[in-house]
């Protein structure tokens, strides 16, 4: 672990040593966005890396999601800060007795940016491409995954009235109604696909306060006002979501005023903002989870003992003091603390034992023998603020048990695509919560669906036909007890097989200049930038 602790301080030393040239770089207008607007007119937000692609339909990135969420909405929404749901381009809905049915009534005088009227045929638009395959925006290098994981009971949505959508399911589904808060119920404007076709997942058109106007890659993104908005406007004639890798220079722009908030800074980097009242630190806890996938496809790691004593071997504990400095806590299970299925007052599936963990490993010489490739990517995510120093606390923790271990570091897009091929032995990823649901984590993470090359969010690629039909069955109870133990039957079967280890919860952490108003965390994490202005000290 003295190893470890010298790396940590290393690196952190290290940036403080390149301070000085950074400052140079910044003072030196190095900058290739025009930042000539002042800022009540201009809101600049800076985070650690680039959104993917803006289709709200095949996206499953962070920074893609928060751009679309200033430019795109659905027909419900989670109200403000909460998991409580609440009509929005619908002004109601109901729901029928026997679980199928949901209809919706929408809002009379929504435009689309691109001047196409909010009505039930333009809004059946969104949902049909992603159902029916043969529609022509049914991308074919798209992966509709989202799709597939949370609305696979909906059977048909129709046009029963001008303005009336009705969705009918092949089975209940107790959180359907909490997917269609989620990014890939955004709507999108028909129109967008007529005029651009394909390229509509770089000129996203939606009904939001700010609408698409540039996208300069790796650099920003620009958005301006939707000057027609249905709702309260936006409090900024112009919003840039600005891409900058390095946490430090991230945090110097903030400081010199060229961003005006940010997110992705480690907690130790929090601290030199504690004092200063020029900016706001807005934290909570987060419903995510950072965890070590084992690939079912490495031979070498298949046998359910060797992936106990592996994760016996981690300290977990030392990750949230070292990496994270406190700001997160152990997770135990892989749903966030409280979810439904938690077992209560039981003792941990995975117990810190790294001399038991050394003695099951040592059954195994050949284990022994060749490094274990640990996979992990470079960009700071909600979860994993360093994945790199996550990454070294791991391979001291594994050489302590006597494993070999080589980190194999990418930048997070390659990270990703490697995952989702499950071309790795270990790999650490992670996941933040999209309806507040169970089923929204146990079935991405282990449900045989999930496990599909190029597209998975299991990418363990773990397959049980017990867990999935329990899966199955808890998405079609409405019954809290029933599904409470439901959940935990997942649970049980998940500690037995072991195809992932929980690592950590980490808090949502997002700093903004102390002038900014309005903003709010969600529980979700996603960012919404369409309530918030200018406010002079």
Same mark, same amino acid.
């Given at each position: 672990m003295n190893?470890?602790?010298y790396?940590n301080a290393?690196?952190r030393?290290?940036?403080?040593f390149?301070?000085i040239?950074?400052q140079?770089f910044?003072?030196g207008?190095?900058s ?6 002042s ?7 800076g ?7 803006l ?21 419900v929404?989670?109200k403000?800060?909460t998991?409580d749901?609440?009509?929005?381009l ?7 007795k026997d679980?199928l049915?949901?209809?919706? *009534? #929408?809002?009379? @005088? ?6 196409t009227p909010?009505? $039930? /045929?333009?809004?059946l638009f ?11 925006a049914h ?6 995954q ?11 949505v129709?046009?029963?009235g001008p303005?009336?959508?009705?969705f009918k ?5 107790a959180?359907?109604?909490?997917s ?6 955004w709507l ?8 651009h ?5 770089r000129?996203?058109?939606g009904?939001?306060?700010?609408r ?7 650099q ?7 000057q027609?908005?249905?709702?309260s406007?936006?409090g900024f004639?112009r ?5 900058i890798p390095?946490?430090t220079?991230?945090?110097? *722009? #903030?400081?010199? @005023? ?5 997110d992705?800074?480690?907690? $130790? /980097? ?5 004092d200063n009242?020029?900016f ?6 987060g419903?995510?989870i950072?965890?070590?996938a ?5 031979k ?5 003992a ?6 016996m071997a981690?300290?977990?504990k030392a990750i ?7 700001f997160?806590k152990?997770?135990?299970y892989?749903?966030p603390?409280?979810?439904?299925g938690?077992?209560?007052?039981s003792r ?8 038991a963990?050394?003695?099951?490993l040592?059954?195994y010489?050949?284990l022994?023998?060749q490094p274990?490739?640990?996979?992990t990517?470079?960009?700071p ?15 001291s ?5 006597n494993?070999?271990v080589?980190?194999i ?6 990270h ?6 499950g ?8 996941w933040s919560?999209d309806n507040?649901?169970p089923d929204n984590?146990l079935?991405t993470?282990f ?5 599909v090359?190029?597209?998975a969010t ?9 867990m999935?039909?329990?899966l199955?069955?808890g998405?079609q109870?409405?019954d809290l ?9 997942a649970?049980?079967?998940w500690?037995?097989?072991l195809?992932?280890i929980?690592?950590?919860h980490?808090?949502q952490?997002?700093v903004t200049?102390s ?5 709010q965390?969600?529980k979700?994490?996603?960012?919404f930038?369409?309530?918030i202005?200018?406010?002079?000290l």
């Amino acid at each position: 672990m003295n190893t470890v602790l010298y790396l940590n301080a290393y690196l952190r030393c290290m940036s403080g040593f390149i301070i000085i040239f950074l400052q140079i770089f910044i003072l030196g207008g190095c900058s290739q966005i025009d930042e000539s607007v002042s800022p009540p007119n201009t809101f600049v937000f800076g985070r650690g890396s680039d959104a993917q692609k803006l289709d709200p339909a095949d996206i499953d990135d962070g920074e893609s999601v928060n751009t679309l969420a200033q430019i795109c909405e659905g027909l419900v929404r989670f109200k403000s800060g909460t998991l409580d749901i609440q009509p929005w381009l619908a002004r109601s809905y109901t729901i029928s007795k026997d679980g199928l049915t949901y209809t919706f *009534e #929408l809002r009379e @005088g929504v435009r689309f940016h691109d001047g196409t009227p909010l009505n $039930a /045929e333009t809004a059946l638009f969104t949902f049909k491409r992603q159902l029916d395959n043969s529609h022509p925006a049914h991308f074919s290098k798209a992966s509709f995954q989202y799709w597939k994981n949370l609305f696979q009971e909906i059977k048909t949505v129709r046009a029963i009235g001008p303005m009336s959508l009705e969705f009918k399911l092949s089975e209940p589904n107790a959180s359907i109604l909490y997917s269609l808060a989620t990014f890939p119920a955004w709507l999108i404007s028909p129109m967008a696909f007529e005029s651009h076709g394909e390229a509509i997942v770089r000129r996203p058109i939606g009904t939001g306060p700010y609408r698409f106007l540039d996208w300069k890659p790796n650099q920003a993104i620009i958005l301006e006002k939707n000057q027609d908005y249905w709702g309260s406007e936006a409090g900024f004639e112009r919003l840039i979501m600005r891409t900058i890798p390095d946490n430090t220079l991230r945090l110097l *722009e #903030l400081k010199a @005023g060229k961003i005006h908030a940010l997110d992705g800074l480690q907690p $130790a /980097e929090l601290t030199e903002l504690d004092d200063n009242r020029k900016f706001t630190i807005h934290t909570q806890p987060g419903m995510n989870i950072g965890y070590l996938a084992f690939s079912s496809y490495a031979k070498r790691l298949r046998s359910p003992a060797i992936r106990h004593a592996i994760a016996m071997a981690i300290d977990r504990k030392a990750i949230v003091d070292l990496a994270l400095d406190g700001f997160a806590k152990v997770a135990e299970y892989p749903i966030p603390p409280g979810f439904l299925g938690e077992p209560i007052n039981s003792r941990p599936p995975i117990i810190h034992d790294p001399e038991a963990a050394r003695k099951i490993l040592n059954k195994y010489p050949k284990l022994l023998e060749q490094p274990i490739e640990l996979h992990t990517f470079t960009a700071p995510r909600p979860y994993f603020p360093d994945p790199l120093i996550i990454a070294s606390l791991i391979r001291s923790d594994l050489e302590n048990v006597n494993l070999k271990v080589e980190i194999i570091s990418r930048d997070f897009k390659s990270h990703l695509i490697t995952a989702r091929q499950g071309n790795f032995e270990l790999a650490l990823l992670g996941w933040s919560g999209d309806n507040g649901d169970p089923d929204n984590f146990l079935a991405t993470f282990f449900a045989s669906w999930a496990a599909v090359a190029g597209s998975a969010t299991n990418i363990s690629f773990y397959k049980n036909k017990d867990m999935d039909n329990l899966l199955i069955t808890g998405r079609q109870q409405t019954d809290l007890k029933q599904r409470q133990k439901t959940y935990r039957q997942a649970l049980m079967i998940w500690a037995r097989d072991l195809p992932l280890i929980p690592l950590i919860h980490t808090k949502q952490i997002v700093v903004t200049r102390s002038e900014v108003t309005g903003f709010q965390l969600q529980k979700t994490a996603n960012l919404f930038f369409g309530p918030i202005s200018w406010q002079s000290l």
